[in-house]
Structure formats: C-alpha cells, structure tokens
C-alpha cells in the first residue's frame, strides 16, 4: 500500500539553523531543524536580556555511535549574534572496524555584521574510535568569530590514553568576497591528525607523542567583535619567558612582591604560576588577520580553568554574547 504522506526530504543526522535580528533589534531563530543522531536545543526566548541565541550542540544517548554521519548548517544573518554551546564532553563510541568511520560536519555562514561564538565542552574519543571532524566558516564583510576546538585523550578513569584508531580535526575560515568579480579567500585552515598507526617503525607511538599532553585545543579570532580579545591574547603572550631567557627570580621573591603590583598584574602573576604549576603550554599569533591560539595541558580542567579565565579578565565574550556563551570554559 502507498504512503498517502509525501516523501520525507531530511537525513539522518541532518540539521539546520538560521538566526536573524527581531524587528525589536535582539537576535532569533528563523529555522531550527534537526533529525538523530544529532540534537539541537535552544533553552531561552528571544528578549533584550540575551546578547545571542544560545543553541545547545547534543547527540542523543550523549555521543556519536561508529559511523554516525552529522551535517548541520548555519546561517547567521546581518547584524545577527549566535553562540554555540555543549552540554558536556562530545563522546565518541568505539567503531567495530577502522574503516567504519563517525563523522561531524558543519559549515556556518556569517553575513556582514553577525557573529558566532563557539565556545564547546572538548570531544572524547573512546577507545578504538575513529572520528572525523570538519568545521568550515565563512564570513562577510564585518562579522565577527570566536571558535574553540579542542579534543582530549579519553577516558582517563578507564585508562585511555590517546587509544583511539583515529581522530582528524580541520577548521577553515573564509572570507567572503562583496561581488562577483572578487573571489572568496582562505585565511586559516587548521588541520589536526591524530593516529595511532605509525608511518614507520622507528617513530614513537601516538601516546608517547604527546609527552603527558591530555588535552590539546585550537581558538580562532577573527572580526571586529573579537579585535580586543585578540590583541590580548598577543599581549599576554609577549609577556611570557622565552627559551635561554634569564629569571633570576624565586618564588618567594614573586610573593613579596605581589603587594606591589597592580591587579592586572597579580591576575598576570597568578595566571602564569597556574600555567607553570599545571605545565600548560600555549602560544598565538597572528595569522592573515585572524588570531590562533594553540595550547595543551595535562588535564582537561588545567585548560579549562585556563581559556575561562583568559576569556573572563578580557570581557569581550560576555559583554557581546552574555555570559551564557562562556558555560563550556567555567
């Protein structure tokens, strides 16, 4: 017997979301689609309270099964603002095959003026995982992109350690150009390849690799809306010791001199006894206008109290998306 209802058009795993500005001048959804494995949700009502539409990135049972397949599109729309969250780690189920291989793609436009900030809890590939992973934003002219990426060893209670077949990692920024003639440009494409199979006999293994590095991350800055929070990532980074740089100072010096100093300072001073304490490791720089940041820790929380607070004391995030875009890194 025929179906009298017509022929669904969406997939498994496919989903979709359009933000626009309200007529009262706060940002909205217009489209919000989605179909399992991957679940979207949005907790708040447009009003003059929130910055941004906040969006919830899930998955239902809270992970990706081998060879789930997630496309989401997003289009953010003139003078728009949406910010991209978790609801905890991205976990990455075991695949039966290293051939069988779950994947995650999401391409997100930013028209002149909008903004996006994702800011997620990290992905957790389980053992005997293979995930790939590719995140591909274009932007117009003045808009705005905060973007974090970061992915850790496993479950460590469970003593994984970077046990996985495979994980691949790439994000792209575009900028768009304003007419035909103009072509789009590429200004970062950041790719990661994290494999446990040696290309020769003589390398180390993935774990041995990574040097006791638990966690590893990426954050993009690009646009007038992150201009600020760049320039302090640079700043903060001139700051730090260089190799073969002399410190004659003890810690105990440090402190005393602590009372002296201004609160920038004691933040700056703190900050850097934290790096060195929970041997995080980060740099930046400027790379065709946009800044990239790169840093790994230990343990996911060193760099999580890390990137939170780097965001917090500079303020950008949460005076142009609220402090709802910042619940990942707190």
Known sequence: MNSPFPKSSSADGEGRIVVRLLPQGVSGIETFIYQYPLKLVTPVSPSEANKSVLVFLLSYGGGLVGGDKVNLSIDVKPGSRLSLATQGHTKIFKSTSPEIVT???MRVNIAAGAAVCLLPDPVQPFKNSVYEQIQIFRLARNSSLCLLDWVTQGRTALGENWSFVKWVGRNEVWTVADDQVARDRLLVRDSVILDSNRA??????????????????????????????????????ATLPRLGARNWKSDNVEEETDALLSPREKWQAGRRRMEKESKLLWSAANVRGCVVVKFGAPVVEAARLWIGS??????SISQHFGEQALLCVR
């Open 103 to 105: 994947r995650q793609t």
């Open 200 to 237: 020769h006999p003589e390398l180390p293994m993935l774990r041995e690799s990574m040097h006791g590095v638990g966690v590893t991350g990426t954050l993009v800055l690009r646009g007038p809306l992150m201009k600020s929070l760049g320039e302090f990532f640079l700043a903060e980074f």
């Open 310 to 315: 780097m965001l917090a004391q500079e303020g």
